[in-house]
């Protein structure tokens, strides 16, 4: 059964980097195999989706986050990795990584629990 796991810190300091890790497990997937995607939600509010990195190794950012996003992968360690730096507040959102999949549109077929990230000083 495959299994998305997110990890990381819970809270994040002002003007600081947040680093979050997914880690696929199960399904025997390779994760250089297919497309995976970090998407975010603060509360009350919907999913924001904030990029995603292809099997070529290409990544995409949303345009209101590509100055602060960066999206990699350790193909040796089944995981892809989540950088945002300058955090603020309004930073502060469940982050979910998911496996992204391309039909007559995107979609997304596997989803982590996702991981609780308060930015706070």
């Known amino acids: 059964q495959v299994q998305l796991q997110e990890s990381g810190p819970g809270l994040v300091k002002p003007s600081q980097t947040l680093s979050l890790t997914c880690t696929v497990s199960?399904?025997?997937?390779?994760?250089?195999?297919?497309?995976w995607t970090w998407i975010r939600q603060p509360p009350g509010k919907g999913l924001e989706w904030m990029g995603a990195?292809?099997?070529?190794?290409?990544?995409y950012y949303s345009p209101s986050l590509k100055s602060r996003t960066s999206i990699s992968r350790d193909t040796s360690k089944n995981q892809c990795t989540l950088q945002l730096t300058s955090v603020t507040p309004e930073d502060t959102a469940v982050y979910y990584c998911?496996?992204?999949?391309?039909?007559?549109?995107?979609?997304?077929?596997?989803w982590g629990q996702g991981t609780q990230v308060t930015v706070s000083s």
């Open positions: 998911a496996r992204a999949v391309r039909g007559s549109t995107w979609s997304y077929d596997y």
């Open positions: 990195i292809t099997p070529s190794g290409s990544a």
């Open positions: 199960g399904g025997s997937i390779t994760i250089n195999y297919d497309s």
